[in-house]
């Protein structure tokens, strides 16, 4: 999974898996979701993030996995 926000254009993406997305709905005003061939849901766009999400923190619980920081 990889959070990417993008300053520029105040969006968010959340990548869910490495699947490609075949087909997007708008699940509210500014927040679509990408699902794969089979239905299965790979990702979610949420523009004007830093109205909707909050940036300034990210918690995470109790993941089974790794998790890397990369700054650019």
């Known amino acids: 999974m990889k959070l990417n926000y993008y300053a520029d254009t105040d969006s968010l993406y959340i990548d869910l898996s490495e699947q490609p997305s075949v087909e997007s709905r708008e699940i509210s005003e500014g927040v ?14 949420i523009d004007n993030a830093s109205r ?14 790794q998790v890397r920081t990369v700054v650019a």
């Open 52 to 65: 909707k999400v909050q940036l300034q923190q990210l918690i995470l619980n109790k993941l089974p996995s």
């Open 32 to 45: 679509v979701v990408d699902y794969d061939a089979n239905g299965n849901l790979v990702g979610i766009d």
